[in-house]
């Protein structure tokens, strides 16, 4: 009898590993044809030939995704412990920086929630396994980050307002349509588009622009809790940004025929992310107390140069940079002054609180605006705080035009002129729509179909779908403390209860 | 070519990965924020895990990295010895 | 062009007029006064006469600046939906070919903001 050699047991490497996985798993369907147990991959016109082609290059396999992310939560939860322990909400620099962290939970953390959705959705239906599980892994990413900014930022809810109700805000205020409509528009698309719009243009392209500054943002104004989970979050993001990249490249080496159906979806979703960032360039330049770079600045760092590289690289497959690229450097001095203009008209239908910059946050907007900032915007604020000193604060009292596709107040100016408000408009089907950008305008007359749907808030409101015709019913429909959680910080409950932590502080020194 | 860029956390072991990334990429240029630490590098960028062992004192899986990570600009090659950022230079797509 | 679709995708306007209650919807313009930072949206009755636009409505939304006041009415001059226009001010808003979701942009010669900023 010959005796068995040992078996010789040997660790896979990374590679084979992933290859088990991502090559093993998967078959030909025999009880249904393909194409109806995948019924989205083809109707978009994207053309696979080879879906084993797709690489992830993470190459993570289950075991090591739940290993690092359990640890990642382990980390988290320590510090949300300690920062609730510790009454981390009096280190932070002043109560108006949890403005930003109103907006973000509200503008923010659903589209994670959606993100979750989008991505369970898509892995279902791609007919290989790698991005399946890729898609797969960024699903409970994504799920993972909706529950986990909902624990840490619960404890300012404790103390601060507008913080209590953020999923029913998220459908229903005004200014949240804007990112709500901007994430069903990719959710609503077939799952290549999907794809481009949030793994590579807005992960890929441009969510350095929002988690980075404001994580950043975060540590500089002593909110170690948002840090915390902003980071946790970001390092899968890390992962994420690789699938956007990944996913591109993928479709643009499968069949020449994918090229500009890629442009076009590259152009529409760099500019429908680049309007929705305008809300973080206006955190970055005016609600962080103590601030990291400007709005400008980190547009330069991470669009102008990083993107210069990237789309180089792109251009092998003949790619080119985004249309409109060039519109969105020229407006980086003056979107966040119109963007905080816009809310500063509003804040009385708004469920954080806006102000006027104080004369040592005015300089630094000088100093990293020299072109504009004296010129047009400090004026502006100093009419303001007239107003305000003579206890008349100025509202606008009139709801405003939105733009059909990024539903932004139209108040974004010309690309080369500052002082006039940009106009456009197309007619479809008889009825009038307007623009707030050439870009949103493009968007729109390529599939007028679907942005006849938009369900714009101050149309809303007039056709008394909210609650009724005042502000007042209106912001109760919102779910709103109408009084708290909206018009200024000056005379806010948050800036009393602020103040009185201050006095305490100041009375018995440590 | 462009830059390739990684951002990781400021923490113990992410400092530990920044001296090991200085190390082994000389031409690296370093930028300290708020809690994050930005590297970009010209062309490429790597990470050996011998040259991290050396400096965290134990095995260190390079999948560990998913810990520290913020960001990242570049294609990812990775295998068990080496993580790699990189733009490809002028290689001709692979249309089938 | 249309959109990709896996089947029919045709949806009426959700802003088409009859959903305003008898109101059609008009943007006006204050130009050069962007202390008021967007076009604003008003629901008024076709049935409106133009003048009353101006002298009962537009007093409420723009009146808080302290150029409003100032303004000779037959000195400004007027865009309807991106052309030239000059209002009759006793015939109605729909005589006036102001439609729904028409854009009336005017420019008050002299007073361009505060101390000449356009911006305020």
């Avoid at chain 3, 030239?84 to 729909?94: G, I, R, T, V, Y």
Wanted: aromatic residues 14%; charged residues 25%.
């Amino acid at each position: 009898m010959n005796a068995m050699p040992p078996l010789k047991q040997r660790k896979l490497s990374l590679k084979e590993r992933y290859s088990h996985l991502t090559r093993g798993l998967g078959w030909e369907t025999t009880y249904q044809p393909m194409d109806k147990v995948f019924p989205y991959v083809s109707y978009e016109g994207i053309k696979i030939h080879d879906w084993e082609a797709w690489e992830d290059p993470f190459r993570l396999t289950m075991d090591a995704y739940w290993k690092y992310q359990a640890e990642k939560e382990r980390k988290l939860y320590a510090v949300i412990e300690s920062f609730a322990q510790n009454n981390g909400h009096l280190n932070i620099t002043d109560a108006r920086y949890v403005n930003a962290l109103k907006l973000f939970l509200t503008g923010v953390s659903p589209l994670e929630y959606s993100a979750h959705r989008g991505y369970a959705h898509v892995g279902r239906h791609f007919v290989g396994a790698g991005p399946r599980i890729a898609c797969q892994m960024q699903a409970i990413d994504e799920l993972r980050h909706a529950q986990t900014q909902m624990h840490t930022m619960s404890h300012y809810n404790k103390f601060f307002d507008g913080l209590h109700d953020a999923r029913h805000m998220h459908d229903r205020v005004w200014y949240l349509s804007v990112p709500k409509s901007f994430f069903e528009d990719a959710c609503s698309a077939g799952p290549f588009e999907f794809l481009t719009s949030i793994s590579f243009s807005f992960e890929y392209v441009l969510t350095n622009l929002l988690f980075v500054p404001f994580m950043s943002g975060a540590a500089y104004n002593g909110d170690m809790a948002t840090v915390t989970f902003g980071f946790s979050a970001q390092s899968d993001e890390a992962r994420h940004m690789t699938l956007g990249l990944e996913i591109i490249k993928f479709m643009l080496e499968q069949d020449e025929g994918n090229v500009p159906i890629v442009q076009r979806w590259i152009d529409k979703w760099f500019w429908r992310g680049y309007r929705l960032l305008g809300l973080v360039s206006m955190m970055m330049d005016y609600m962080l107390p103590k601030r990291i770079m400007s709005w400008a600045e980190a547009w330069e760092m991470y669009f102008e140069q990083a993107g210069d590289a990237l789309f180089e690289d792109l251009s092998r497959y003949g790619i080119r940079k985004p249309k409109y690229h060039e519109v969105a450097s020229k407006e980086k001095h003056r979107l966040s002054h119109e963007v905080w203009s816009i809310f500063y008209n509003y804040t009385h239908a708004a469920a954080f609180h806006t102000w006027l910059p104080t004369e040592d946050e005015m300089k630094w907007l000088s100093a990293k605006y020299p072109d504009t900032f004296d010129k047009y915007y400090r004026p502006r604020f100093k009419c303001w705080s007239e107003m305000a000193a003579e206890g008349k604060r100025f509202y606008n009292p009139t709801l405003p035009q939105l733009c059909t596709t990024c539903q932004i107040p139209m108040g974004f100016t010309e690309p080369d002129d500052p002082t006039t408000i940009c106009f456009r408009s197309a007619e479809y089907k008889g009825e009038r729509y307007h623009f707030c950008s050439d870009g949103c305008k493009d968007i729109f007359c390529y599939e007028p179909e679907k942005y006849v749907q938009s369900w714009l808030p101050v149309h809303q409101i007039y056709m008394g779908n909210c609650g009724g015709a005042e502000v007042k019913d209106v912001l109760d429909w919102y779910h709103l403390n109408f009084g708290v959680d909206n018009f200024d910080y000056e005379g806010s409950p948050d800036q009393k209860l602020w103040d009185e932590w201050q006095a305490q502080k100041a009375a018995n020194p440590v | 070519m462009g830059k390739v860029s990684i951002t990781l956390q400021n923490t113990d072991e992410g400092r530990m990965l920044v001296d090991a990334i200085v190390a082994d990429n000389p031409a690296a240029e370093v930028s300290r924020m708020p809690a994050l630490t930005k590297i970009d590098c010209e062309d490429r960028l790597s990470l050996r895990r011998e040259t991290i062992e050396e400096r965290i004192g134990r095995r260190y899986d390079l999948q560990e990295l998913q810990l520290s990570l913020i960001s990242l600009a570049g294609n990812v090659e990775e295998d068990d010895d080496s993580f790699t950022l990189a733009w490809s230079r002028g290689a001709s797509p692979k249309h089938s | 062009m249309t959109v990709s679709a896996i089947s029919r995708y045709e949806f009426k306007a959700r802003d088409r007029v009859e959903n305003f209650h008898g109101n059609q919807i008009v943007y006006w313009h204050w130009e050069e006064h962007l202390m008021f930072c967007a076009p604003i949206a008003l629901p008024m009755p076709p049935s409106m006469p133009f003048r009353a636009a101006l002298e009962t409505v537009l007093p409420g939304c723009y009146g808080a600046h302290p150029d409003w006041s100032k303004i000779d009415w037959s000195k400004v001059t007027w865009m309807l939906d991106s052309r030239p226009f000059k209002p009759n001010m006793d015939a109605s808003l729909a005589e006036n070919n102001i439609g729904h979701k028409s854009v009336l942009r005017f420019w008050t010669p002299g007073l361009q903001g505060i101390d000449g900023i356009p911006t305020c």
